[in-house]
């Protein structure tokens, strides 16, 4: 199967190359960009590419208006780039035929990770084609196994498919296993930010990864709740 090929369509140039170091660390070495709706349009034409990341604010217009173009003739995945974060963008992305929106700043990891997602979901993406040098330098943990730069996890030889946020989430827990890590600690690793008043998004996230890893998700195996205190991450 060959690479897939995508299109970065930003202003912003060191941003793009960020983006493509990102990719290439992934083994996802056919990239164009383009600063511009019609430079945008052009590669897409000339490049034909499995999927298109697009920046909103564009010098000659807006990222949606190339996306309504590629609408016209193409099912590719496309994912939006915004420093925009109102909810009302977000559903505009996904309204006009978006199938991911991505809020500036980013991790351009995080970008690799969902475009990997997409492209697997459009049936061009596989995990023989990660970078081979990944597989000697992953982590194994009971039946998981983590690659090195920890944006994958694979369990019993299967990709999962997980989000970014699930994924640091299980890079957490496997290199702590068997420890309580308590509430603060998962979410100020994997998010960043303070705890303070983040209950109910660690809560959603957990329960969503513990559908993804276990077999009876209501009473978990691998991820079990120490009341009062946190998770442990149970592994033999």
């Not at 009302?88 to 991790?107: E, Q, V």
């Not at 990709?159 to 640091?168: H, I, N, S, Y």
């Not at 994997?190 to 996230?205: C, I, K, P």
Request: glycine share 6%; with cysteine.
């Amino acid at each position: 199967m060959e690479k897939p090929r995508i299109l970065i369509v930003d202003d912003e140039s060191d941003l793009c190359h960020l983006i493509k170091v990102a990719l290439a660390k992934e083994g996802l070495t056919e990239v164009e960009t383009a600063g511009s709706v019609q430079e945008g349009w052009e590669k897409f034409n000339s490049f034909n590419p499995n999927i298109a990341i697009l920046d909103i604010m564009l010098p000659d217009g807006e990222g949606y208006d190339l996306c309504n173009k590629i609408r016209k003739v193409s099912r590719i995945p496309v994912l939006f780039l915004s420093a925009k974060s109102d909810e009302i963008d977000k559903i505009l992305g996904l309204a006009i035929g978006g199938d991911d929106y991505i809020t500036k700043p980013f991790s351009p990891k995080e970008v690799a990770f969902r475009v990997k997602a997409q492209l697997r979901r459009a049936g061009v993406y596989t995990m023989e084609m990660s970078v081979q040098t990944n597989v000697n330098k992953s982590m194994t943990v009971g039946p998981f196994t983590i690659n090195h730069d920890e944006t994958e996890v694979v369990k019993n030889g299967e990709l999962l498919d997980l989000t970014a946020k699930e994924v640091g989430l299980m890079a957490c827990f496997m290199h702590n296993p068997n420890r309580i890590i308590s509430k603060e600690r998962l979410f100020e690793s994997v998010w960043g930010e303070e705890f303070y008043g983040a209950d109910n998004t660690l809560m959603v996230h957990i329960r969503r990864l513990r559908e993804k890893i276990e077999e009876t998700p209501s009473k978990p195996a691998f991820i079990t709740t120490v009341k009062g205190l946190g998770y442990r991450f149970i592994v033999k």
